[in-house]
């Protein structure tokens, strides 16, 4: 069982966050607690208004607030050929379920064996009998149980027979972006939006920058020899890299102290091959503002994106692709000195 201590969430359940994934993890005096469902990725602000009903409810009952989620995403194991791209590695997902003021993940290992099971299986065997669920809060949305047979309709009636209560979060969200269409907090549409550039608008949807992390590893050194000294993400960063060009953002060392001023830098941004010198590799590679002392080689790194400043482009010299990167950063200087960093 997990470290019991005080919380202003929990007077009863109040542990330090846990990641259960397994039944035998679950506490044996767990004898009631406020659930909800979900994939989550991304945390995004419709996940966070259901999220915050959850951690409020649980509150109000002394009960501990739980988010029930899938890893694999359910399609990576159904349909491969169909699945998403994932905002958010597992691990950051259950940071922002911690952030958002959730107890407990119970993180399931998605199998087809699990794909079989009925809406009311699910229900009896994971919120009631494993759970043992008192309230159920979910969105509008909400699909679960073979071929995705079970909804709302399904959980209420199950409520009723099985002795929890359902809320149903009705407005998941939206938002509205540039030019006055609204934009509906979904993991789906900040894919979209990712793929397009529009850092911007996705940031909209997640209620924060999205970020991909890595460690910074050699690169050709063409940057240092530029006087851009960049610091190169490994080719399999966590998070998913949106469509390629040069954004505005920063640079975070997750290992430093807050108070370090080091930890959160100012950086110009390229995702792309650096079609100049031919690159055939796609990276992403991040000169922070100014800086030329940075030795961030083996170090975990943590890149977020602010606003995407034009598309990756072919320069026919190097003092041609000199004097763009020159303007890139008076952009990227401009743009970020009106941002506090997240």
Same mark, same amino acid.
């Given at each position: 069982?997990?470290?019991?201590?005080?919380?202003?969430?929990?007077?009863?359940?109040?542990?330090?966050?846990?990641?259960?994934?397994?039944?035998?993890?679950?506490?044996?005096?767990?004898?009631?607690? #406020?659930?909800?469902?979900?994939?989550?990725?991304?945390?995004?602000?419709?996940?966070?208004?259901?999220?915050?009903?959850?951690?409020?409810?649980?509150?109000?009952? &002394?009960?501990?607030?739980?988010?029930?989620?899938?890893?694999?995403? %359910?399609?990576?194991?159904?349909?491969?050929?169909?699945?998403?791209?994932? *905002?958010?590695?597992?691990?950051?997902?259950?940071?922002?379920?911690?952030?958002?003021? *959730?107890?407990?993940?119970?993180?399931?290992?998605?199998?087809?064996?699990?794909?079989?099971?009925?809406?009311?299986?699910?229900?009896?065997?994971?919120?009631? +009998?494993?759970?043992?669920?008192?309230?159920?809060? #979910?969105? !509008?949305?909400?699909?679960?149980?073979?071929?995705?047979?079970?909804?709302?309709?399904?959980?209420?009636?199950?409520?009723?027979?099985?002795?929890?209560? #359902?809320?149903?979060?009705?407005?998941?969200?939206?938002?509205?972006?540039?030019?006055? !269409?609204?934009?509906?907090?979904?993991?789906?549409?900040?894919?979209?939006?990712?793929?397009?550039?529009?850092?911007?608008?996705?940031?909209?949807?997640?209620?924060?920058?999205?970020?991909?992390?890595?460690?910074?590893?050699? &690169?050709?050194?063409?940057?240092?020899?530029?006087?851009?000294?960049?610091?190169?993400?490994?080719?399999?960063?966590?998070?998913? *890299? %949106?469509?390629?060009?040069?954004?505005?953002?920063?640079?975070?060392?997750?290992?430093?102290? +807050?108070?370090?001023?080091?930890?959160?830098?100012?950086?110009?941004?390229?995702?792309?091959?650096?079609?100049?010198?031919? &690159?055939?590799?796609?990276?992403?590679?991040?000169?922070?503002?100014?800086?030329?002392?940075?030795?961030?080689?083996? +170090?975990?790194?943590?890149?977020?994106?602010?606003?995407?400043?034009?598309?990756?482009?072919?320069?026919?010299?190097?003092?041609?692709?000199?004097? !763009?990167?020159?303007?890139?950063?008076?952009?990227?200087?401009? *743009?970020?000195?009106?941002?506090?960093?997240?």
């Amino acid at each position: 069982m997990g470290e019991r201590r005080r919380s202003p969430r929990s007077a009863r359940y109040s542990w330090r966050v846990q990641r259960w994934s397994d039944v035998s993890q679950i506490p044996a005096d767990l004898d009631g607690s #406020v659930v909800t469902l979900g994939n989550f990725d991304g945390v995004h602000r419709g996940h966070r208004l259901v999220l915050a009903e959850v951690a409020a409810r649980a509150t109000a009952a &002394g009960l501990c607030s739980v988010a029930v989620t899938f890893d694999p995403h %359910p399609l990576a194991v159904l349909f491969p050929e169909r699945a998403p791209h994932l *905002i958010t590695t597992l691990e950051h997902r259950l940071s922002l379920l911690e952030a958002a003021g *959730i107890d407990a993940v119970y993180v399931m290992e998605f199998t087809r064996e699990l794909a079989t099971w009925s809406p009311e299986r699910f229900v009896e065997e994971v919120f009631v +009998e494993t759970l043992r669920a008192q309230t159920v809060v #979910v969105g !509008q949305d909400t699909r679960f149980g073979v071929r995705n047979s079970g909804d709302v309709h399904t959980l209420l009636e199950l409520g009723e027979k099985l002795g929890f209560e #359902v809320v149903t979060i009705l407005d998941q969200g939206d938002d509205e972006g540039d030019g006055g !269409q609204l934009i509906r907090w979904s993991s789906t549409q900040v894919r979209g939006l990712l793929a397009d550039g529009d850092v911007a608008g996705a940031a909209a949807v997640l209620g924060r920058p999205h970020r991909v992390s890595g460690v910074v590893v050699h &690169g050709d050194h063409r940057g240092r020899d530029l006087g851009y000294p960049t610091a190169n993400l490994e080719q399999h960063c966590a998070g998913l *890299i %949106p469509v390629d060009g040069v954004y505005a953002g920063w640079l975070l060392r997750p290992h430093l102290p +807050e108070t370090d001023h080091d930890r959160t830098l100012p950086a110009a941004i390229s995702v792309g091959t650096n079609p100049t010198f031919d &690159g055939t590799h796609r990276r992403v590679e991040a000169y922070v503002l100014d800086r030329t002392d940075l030795e961030l080689y083996g +170090e975990s790194a943590t890149i977020e994106f602010v606003e995407r400043l034009r598309p990756t482009l072919r320069f026919e010299s190097v003092d041609e692709l000199l004097e !763009q990167m020159a303007q890139d950063v008076v952009d990227c200087r401009r *743009i970020l000195s009106t941002i506090v960093p997240s």
